[in-house]
């Protein structure tokens, strides 16, 4: 059975950094694309960094470009998203997610496995 847990969500004031874990098992994990979306309340899911199998490449939505930074570490199975600068916009529920044969990297329907989201709000 596969399972994607994040963790590492909270309260944070503006101008603050969280770094959220997505621990995986049951999958290969190194075989898998592996993806950050966020939803928003009263909002739809959005893409928020994906990173390729080996790690080499790195994609990220543009409001978060040069704030956040997608990582992975295959041999401990897990996926990182590091936050900094945040704001308030970036309050949300975060989740991760694999894909397996590397479609669309922004797009929901491409992943194959989700995890259960970690709430993110910043606020002072």
């Known amino acids: 059975q596969v399972q994607l847990v994040e963790s590492g969500g909270g309260l944070v004031q503006p101008g603050g950094s969280l770094r959220l874990s997505c621990a995986a098992s049951?999958?290969?994990?190194?075989?898998?694309?592996l993806g950050w979306f966020r939803q928003a309340p009263g909002k739809e899911r959005e893409f928020v960094a994906v990173i390729t199998k080996s790690g080499r490449d790195r994609y990220y939505e543009d409001s978060v470009k040069g704030r956040f930074t997608i990582s992975r570490d295959n041999a401990k199975s897990t996926v990182y998203l590091q936050m900094n600068s945040l704001k308030p916009d970036d309050t949300a529920v975060y989740y991760c997610?694999?894909?397996?044969?590397?479609?669309?990297?922004?797009?929901?329907?491409?992943?194959?496995?989700w995890g259960q989201g970690t709430q993110v709000t910043v606020s002072s």
């Open positions: 049951g999958l290969s994990f190194s075989t898998y694309f």
């Open positions: 997610a694999a894909d397996f044969r590397g479609g669309s990297y922004s797009s929901m329907r491409s992943y194959d496995y």
